[in-house]
């Protein structure tokens, strides 16, 4: 009886621990895409202020921008969406974040951030690119 006793509650600490590791490495990698997400911020916000905006934008877009990180941390922290429900409501909110900011644009401003925005992809393509060889 002993020696199922150990038994049993050595493989409960194996597989406890075992489980734990993982955590730590899913941890690891949400952190390195927090350091992917400051670049890109940094880069949006230089986007941004080539834009040149009035006053009223400014305020306008700081209160977009902080409705939608509320509604992503929301979904991020919703425990009952899977993974792949998450991703489908980041992205459905990006968009309507994006609607919002080109609402609030005048049609230079728009142009120019669609210039911008498709100079960052290409940049991002031959980055991609570079890496695969």
Do not use: H, P, W, Y
């Not at 409501?89 to 990006?94: D, G, I, Y």
Request: proline share 0%.
């Amino acid at each position: 009886m002993k020696k199922i006793c150990f038994a049993l509650l050595t493989t409960t600490i194996f597989f406890t621990a075992n489980a734990q590791v993982q955590r730590k490495k899913s941890v690891a990698t949400t952190d390195s895409t927090a350091n992917t997400n400051t670049k890109t911020r940094g880069e949006k916000k230089e986007m941004f202020k080539e834009l040149n905006l009035t006053k009223e934008q400014k305020v306008k877009l700081k209160e977009v921008r902080k409705d939608g990180k509320v509604k992503m941390d929301e979904v991020q922290n919703d425990s009952k969406l899977s993974d792949a429900d998450k991703q489908l409501k980041v992205k459905a909110l990006k968009a309507e974040q994006l609607k919002k900011t080109m609402a609030l644009l005048n049609e230079e401003q728009k142009e120019q951030l669609k210039q911008q925005r498709k100079q960052k992809k290409g940049q991002k393509d031959d980055d991609t690119m570079m890496e695969g060889q």
